[in-house]
């Protein structure tokens, strides 16, 4: 525990390292629990490890990844050390596929940990398990992103996940980048 009993990001991420809650646990190569500067105004949040991601120890580094860097870049002038990246689930689903509820359920309390210690002013979701955890709902991606919700002390911006926008293309990505816009604005005006 830190000063006054308050706990750190880093003993986060030694609990979350030591993890067994759901069966995610017995396929991983090694926890995915997040990446950046611990007091970033801007956090993304994915779904879950991919097969390079549960090898690296780093969300989003294939080519997702890539692309996630590059947008940062080109439409919020940040790179990966001024933000927070992390994921719904710290372990990789076998074979991709998405996260069981239970396995959801079991890393939640790490998530909503990581936001509170970070205290963003913005998160961006990054695809519909995150955007429907965080927000609630059982609503798509499509309706929801284009507009930024309410989410504790911050702002929550939904948008595509970068793997989407790789199959996907032009008008997926013209909207990721106004997303990305979007965001970049309700940093430099918060907090509210």
């Excluded at 996260?99 to 970070?118: D, G, H, S």
């Excluded at 499509?142 to 948008?159: D, I, N, Q, W």
Aim: net charge negative; with cysteine; aromatic share 6%.
């Amino acid at each position: 525990m830190a000063a006054g009993g308050r706990t750190t990001l880093e003993q986060l991420r030694t609990s979350a390292l030591g993890c067994t809650q759901c069966a995610l646990a017995e396929g991983r190569t090694q926890v995915v629990f997040g990446v950046g500067d611990d007091h970033a105004d801007l956090m993304f949040v994915g779904e879950g490890p991919g097969r390079e991601e549960d090898l690296a120890g780093e969300p989003f580094v294939g080519r997702s990844g890539k692309l996630l860097d590059r947008l940062m870049i080109e439409e919020m002038g940040v790179d990966r050390t001024e933000c927070y990246i992390a994921n719904v689930v710290k372990c990789r689903p076998p074979n991709n596929r998405n996260p069981a509820p239970a396995e959801i359920a079991a890393c939640r309390p790490y998530l909503e940990a990581q936001i509170a210690l970070i205290a963003p002013k913005v998160i961006i979701t990054l695809g519909n398990f995150a955007t429907q955890l965080l927000l609630d709902t059982g609503e798509g991606i499509r309706r929801l992103r284009g507009s930024a919700y309410p989410y504790e002390a911050a702002r929550l911006v939904p948008t595509y996940h970068p793997a989407y926008v790789l199959r996907a293309g032009g008008e997926a990505m013209a909207e990721m980048r106004a997303d990305f816009v979007r965001a970049k604005k309700l940093v430099a005006e918060g907090p509210w």
